[in-house]
C-alpha cells in the first residue's frame, strides 16, 4: 500500500469524524450545507453556542478574530504607560490615537455591526490619546511653553512624513 493511499484514508476518517462531531448541531435536512439560513424559528432553537459559532461575526470569521488580535497592541500601550514621556514616540501614539478613533467610528457604519471591534478600537484610541498627553506634558515642562512644546511637535511630524516622502520618492525613481 502506497503512503498516498493512508493519506487519503486518513482525511477521509478524519473528515467523517468531524462531520459526526457536529452532527447535533445541524438542522434535520441540512445535510452537505456548510450554513445554516437564517430563519426565524430555527435562530429560536439554537444554543447560544450555535448562535455564537453560525454568527455572521462569530467565531469563525475575521470579525472576531481580527479584535482579538489587536488587542495586543492596546496591551502593548497599556504596558507603555511605564515607559518615561520622553522615550515614547509622538508619532506613532498619534497613529494609534487616530486609527482608534477613525475604526471605532467606522465599525457603527459597517454591516454587520462589529461591537467587539468598536470596543477594542475605543480602547485603542483612549491608550493613544493617554499617552499623547503625556508626551505632550512633558514636552512643556521642559520649554515652560505649550506653544514651544507644540510647534517642536509639528516640526517633529513634518520632519517624519518628509523623510518618508524621500524614501518612496527615492523607490520610485529606481524604478
Not at 457536529?22 to 439554537?46: I, K, L
Not at 515652560?144 to 518618508?164: F, I, R
Request: charged share 20%.
Amino acid at each position: 500500500m502506497s503512503s498516498s493511499r493512508v493519506g487519503l484514508r486518513f482525511f477521509q476518517n478524519a473528515r467523517a469524524a468531524f462531520r459526526d462531531a457536529y452532527a447535533p448541531f445541524r438542522r434535520p435536512g441540512a445535510q452537505g450545507r456548510r450554513f445554516q439560513s437564517s430563519d426565524a424559528p430555527a435562530a429560536e432553537q439554537q444554543s447560544t453556542f450555535q448562535r455564537l459559532w453560525n454568527s455572521p461575526i462569530g467565531v469563525k470569521t475575521v470579525h472576531f478574530w481580527a479584535p482579538v488580535m489587536k488587542w495586543g497592541l492596546v496591551i502593548a500601550g497599556i504596558s507603555d504607560f511605564q515607559r518615561p514621556a520622553e522615550k515614547l514616540s509622538l508619532t506613532q501614539n498619534g497613529a494609534l490615537t487616530a486609527t482608534g478613533l477613525i475604526w471605532t467610528r467606522w465599525c457603527m457604519i459597517i454591516t454587520p455591526k462589529n461591537y467587539l471591534l468598536a470596543a477594542v478600537n475605543f480602547f485603542l484610541g483612549c491608550v493613544g490619546i493617554v499617552q499623547v498627553g503625556r508626551i505632550v506634558s512633558y514636552r512643556r515642562s521642559l520649554d515652560g511653553s505649550t506653544t514651544e512644546a507644540v510647534k517642536d511637535m509639528e516640526h517633529e511630524v513634518v520632519d517624519s512624513a518628509k523623510a518618508a516622502v524621500a524614501k518612496v520618492e527615492a523607490v520610485i525613481e529606481k524604478k
